[in-house]
């Protein structure tokens, strides 16, 4: 029965996630069709545009061979009314000259008419009739300003939709995630000298398949990328993965997206957990800051709270015994179950009390490699950062344990910087960052301490860890901001395998005073 039951739940998760991928299927196809229809009239919308522009320009360029017709038109008409203007003057003066020689024919007196005869004779030689050209100084043809648009004609035909840029294929192996950057290669799936620049989308994830339409955080995008590649960079890695996807461009029209592509990224990502932390610190996500009046009016709360849940225990331990009794076959009660999951989810830590002015992280390290960063206030007196297991007492201090490993920063007469563990304490000659870089290798018993901002070393601790680690903090006056979501800088993995006597391990802390 018990095996028929576990086959059966397989069968309904399998089945409950197909539906979800079916439904989420449906919501691309619908997303999908929506996007056609907004395309669509983009589209049109663009075409008119362009069809209006070349309107335009056929009109502009319409009236201005025109106008250039009509002024060679004048130009020529000018011309040849001036000709014809010369030509009326020189008949003119050659039909006055005609009625004279008329008159000096009649002359009787030899010497008169020689006379006659000789001053026409010198006019006509300087008559403008002999002197004008009866061609025409232009002609009338207006050929040289005829158009003939069959090839343009053919060009307009010839006119179809713009060739779409074909979309890009990242190429998988070439990106790079490192440093909290990931580098992102792709090429054209054949050359086009058409393409002007590329657009590169990107979104977090916590799924590794497909993109999602729902529940998913928008896509980020980066425009005008004019090669081949590009680097995101300053990320914070908060989520598993990364979707990524590439679209080429040309002057005019995108063409599709790539296949997006999922790329893991791998980061430490805590909070602070307020549920523990010690009541005169005020906690918010990754920032934990003194508040000298957090503990006031509390405790009695706490003890109001106490007593109600000693008083939900004992009734619950009578309604658990009586479901024992009732319930021969030992299974637990659908009730019992519940509260119990609730109970562990929560935990039985105590908050830090004293002067423990402790946080802690809320997620463990059990392997790996894994880096975050603090930034403290300027008036910050007094503040540690390290790693503990989680066995440290309400009462402790980070680094006065033999299970905690810490440095200690003090600015309260003068500035100091110590490492610690086992309550044992060696001072570090080396100025105050103003951010500190943690680097925990729990696989090979490293903990060192780093300025954050120009990766110098601090301090190393080596040991062999045994159980969890939580990130730690203590802090009295001011407030300390962590910074996680970040992979272990390259630059720490070399200064880690070229690290030389500037670390000190935990044995030799034993010796010191």
């Given at each position: 029965?018990?095996?028929?039951?576990?086959?059966?739940?397989?069968?309904?998760?399998?089945?409950?996630?197909?539906?979800?991928?079916?439904?989420?299927?449906?919501?691309?196809?619908?997303?999908?069709?929506?996007?056609?229809?907004?395309?669509?009239?983009?589209?049109?919308?663009?075409?008119?545009?362009?069809?209006?522009?070349?309107?335009?320009?056929?009109?502009?360029?319409?009236?201005?061979?025109?106008?250039?017709?009509?002024?060679?038109?004048?130009?020529?008409?000018?011309?040849?009314?001036?000709?014809?203007?010369?030509?009326?003057?020189?008949?003119?003066?050659?039909?006055?000259?005609?009625?004279?020689?008329?008159?000096?024919?009649?002359?009787?007196?030899?010497?008169?008419?020689?006379?006659?005869?000789?001053?026409?004779?010198?006019?006509?030689?300087?008559?403008?009739a002999f002197r004008i050209s009866l061609?025409?100084?232009?002609?009338?043809?207006?050929?040289?300003?005829?158009?003939?648009?069959?090839?343009?004609?053919?060009?307009?035909?010839?006119?179809?939709?713009?060739?779409?840029?074909?979309?890009?294929?990242?190429?998988?192996?070439?990106?790079?995630?490192?440093?909290?950057?990931?580098?992102?290669?792709?090429?054209m799936p054949e050359e086009d000298s058409?393409?002007?620049?590329?657009?590169?989308?990107?979104?977090?994830?916590?799924?590794?398949?497909?993109?999602?339409?729902?529940?998913?955080?928008?896509?980020?995008?980066?425009?005008?990328?004019?090669?081949?590649?590009?680097?995101?960079?300053?990320?914070?890695?908060?989520?598993?993965?990364?979707?990524?996807?590439?679209?080429?461009?040309?002057?005019?029209?995108?063409?599709?997206?790539?296949?997006?592509?999922?790329?893991?990224t791998k980061a430490f990502v805590f909070?602070?957990?307020?549920?523990?932390?010690?009541?005169?610190?005020?906690?918010?996500?990754?920032?934990?800051?003194?508040?000298?009046?957090?503990?006031?009016?509390?405790?009695?709360?706490?003890?109001?709270?106490?007593?109600?849940?000693?008083?939900?225990?004992?009734?619950?331990?009578?309604?658990?015994?009586?479901?024992?009794?009732?319930?021969?076959?030992?299974?637990?009660?659908?009730?019992?179950?519940?509260?119990?999951?609730?109970?562990?989810?929560?935990?039985?830590?105590?908050?830090?009390?004293?002067?423990?002015?402790?946080?802690?992280?809320?997620?463990?390290?059990?392997?790996?490699?894994?880096?975050?960063?603090?930034?403290?206030?300027?008036?910050?007196?007094?503040?540690?950062?390290?790693?503990?297991?989680?066995?440290?007492?309400?009462?402790?201090?980070?680094?006065?344990?033999?299970?905690?490993?810490?440095?200690?920063?003090?600015?309260?007469?003068?500035?100091?910087?110590?490492?610690?563990?086992?309550?044992?304490?060696?001072?570090?000659?080396?100025?105050?960052?103003?951010?500190?870089?943690?680097?925990?290798?729990?696989?090979?018993?490293?903990?060192?301490?780093?300025?954050?901002?120009?990766?110098?070393?601090?301090?190393?601790?080596?040991?062999?860890?045994?159980?969890?680690?939580?990130?730690?903090?203590?802090?009295?006056?001011?407030?300390?901001?962590?910074?996680?979501?970040?992979?272990?800088?390259?630059?720490?993995?070399?200064?880690?395998?070229?690290?030389?006597?500037?670390?000190?391990?935990?044995?030799?802390?034993?010796?010191?005073?």
């Open positions: 029965m018990d095996e028929q039951k576990e086959t059966l739940q397989r069968i309904v998760s399998t089945l409950a996630n197909k539906n979800d991928e079916i439904h989420n299927f449906i919501d691309m196809l619908n997303h999908t069709i929506k996007n056609v229809q907004v395309n669509s009239s983009n589209v049109i919308s663009e075409l008119d545009e362009e069809f209006d522009g070349l309107y335009s320009i056929l009109d502009e360029m319409k009236g201005s061979m025109a106008n250039t017709i009509q002024q060679e038109e004048a130009r020529k008409i000018q011309a040849l009314q001036d000709q014809l203007s010369q030509c009326s003057d020189a008949l003119e003066s050659s039909e006055e000259l005609l009625e004279l020689a008329a008159q000096s024919l009649d002359i009787k007196d030899p010497v008169k008419f020689l006379q006659a005869a000789r001053q026409i004779k010198d006019r006509v030689t300087m008559a403008s061609k025409p100084k232009v002609s009338d043809s207006m050929t040289h300003l005829m158009v003939d648009f069959a090839l343009e004609r053919r060009m307009l035909e010839a006119v179809k939709f713009l060739p779409v840029p074909k979309p890009p294929e990242i190429d998988l192996a070439a990106c790079v995630v490192a440093d909290n950057c990931i580098t992102v290669s792709w090429k058409r393409i002007d620049h590329f657009v590169l989308e990107y979104r977090k994830t916590n799924f590794d398949g497909l993109p999602r339409v729902k529940d998913e955080q928008r896509w980020e995008l980066i425009d005008y990328i004019k090669a081949t590649e590009y680097t995101l960079s300053g990320l914070k890695f908060d989520t598993k993965y990364i979707n990524i996807r590439v679209q080429a461009c040309n002057k005019a029209v995108a063409g599709e997206y790539s296949d997006p592509v999922t790329l893991e909070s602070l957990d307020s549920t523990s932390s010690h009541l005169n610190l005020k906690v918010e996500d990754t920032y934990v800051e003194w508040d000298p009046t957090g503990g006031k009016g509390q405790e009695k709360i706490k003890g109001k709270e106490n007593k109600s849940r000693l008083h939900f225990t004992l009734e619950f331990s009578a309604s658990s015994l009586q479901a024992a009794q009732g319930d021969r076959s030992g299974a637990p009660s659908p009730k019992r179950t519940s509260i119990i999951a609730r109970s562990s989810a929560r935990g039985n830590r105590d908050h830090f009390t004293g002067e423990s002015y402790t946080v802690l992280g809320d997620t463990a390290i059990e392997s790996g490699q894994h880096y975050w960063e603090v930034r403290a206030q300027k008036d910050c007196k007094s503040y540690s950062v390290g790693v503990t297991y989680r066995n440290m007492g309400k009462f402790d201090q980070l680094g006065k344990t033999n299970s905690s490993w810490c440095i200690h920063i003090n600015n309260w007469l003068q500035t100091t910087l110590s490492a610690k563990h086992n309550n044992k304490t060696k001072t570090l000659d080396i100025p105050v960052p103003d951010r500190i870089g943690v680097y925990c290798d729990f696989d090979g018993g490293q903990l060192a301490f780093y300025n954050g901002n120009s990766k110098q070393l601090l301090h190393t601790f080596r040991t062999k860890f045994t159980q969890p680690l939580l990130p730690g903090f203590m802090i009295w006056c001011g407030g300390l901001t962590v910074s996680t979501g970040l992979q272990v800088p390259s630059v720490l993995k070399m200064l880690q395998k070229s690290e030389n006597g500037l670390s000190v391990s935990t044995s030799s802390l034993n010796n010191i005073a």
